[in-house]
T-cell receptor
């Protein structure tokens, strides 16, 4: 199984809602990533988890809260988002350690619209 | 100046043509990645390379570490190759730096 599965594929939420994005992989990868991608732009790194510990937070606002319950799962909890947070949120995983980014496996993304 | 520069930004080709996309970078890297993204979709890793050349089907990727340059070639291009091709470099510490992407359209 070489898939990274993201749910939901599409999410529409109001600015006062609380929702979560989920990501799952069963490749035994120890590094997992959240990226944000705006239209016609490259992905921007948000968070990196290595061995289930948060290793990189790219100064992301606290309305985004990551969680890694176990080595296969990665969540992104969303609360009090702004319309400018509307974007494609991509999860990725790799088999490398915290020092090097190995080959990345991306999910299909969750397209978020904040009204 | 961006750490990763791609050219061209946009490329239109006729089916069957040989295509080259270039990537130059200005930082020390452990590896270079070529990624493909179809409209509205997720990203697929095409190649990860740190030296030499790799081939997969009609795709070939090369890297010259001394010149800090990589190329992605597509032979016998097909409309299904139409996508955004992204060059990204691995810096130490789990950071991937992305180029702006090359939008490829292959016409039949």
């Amino acid at each position: 199984d070489t898939e990274v599965t993201q749910t939901p594929k599409h999410l529409v939420m109001g600015m006062t809602n609380k929702k979560s994005l989920k990501c799952e992989q069963h490749m035994g990868h120890r590094a997992m990533y959240w990226y944000k991608q705006k239209a016609k732009k490259p992905p921007e790194l948000m968070f990196v988890y290595s061995y289930e510990k948060l290793s990189i937070n790219e100064s992301v606002p606290s309305r985004f809260s990551p969680e890694c319950p176990n080595s296969s799962l990665l969540n992104l909890h969303l609360h009090a988002l702004q319309p400018e947070d509307s974007a494609l949120y991509l999860c990725a995983s790799s088999g490398e350690d915290s020092l090097n980014t190995g080959e990345l496996f991306f999910g299909e993304g969750s397209r978020l619209t904040v009204l | 100046k961006n750490e990763v520069e791609q050219s061209p930004q946009n490329l239109t080709a006729q089916e069957g043509e040989f295509i080259t996309i270039n990537c130059s970078y200005s930082v020390g890297i452990s590896a270079l990645h070529w990624l493909q993204q179809h409209p509205g979709g997720g990203i697929v890793s095409l190649f990860m390379l740190s030296s030499g050349k790799k081939k997969h089907g009609r795709l070939i990727a090369t890297i010259n570490i001394q010149e800090k340059h990589s190329s992605l070639h597509i032979t016998a291009s097909h409309p299904r190759d139409s996508a955004v091709y992204i060059c990204a470099v691995s810096k130490y510490g789990n950071k991937l730096v992305f180029g702006a992407g090359t939008i490829l359209r292959v016409k039949s």
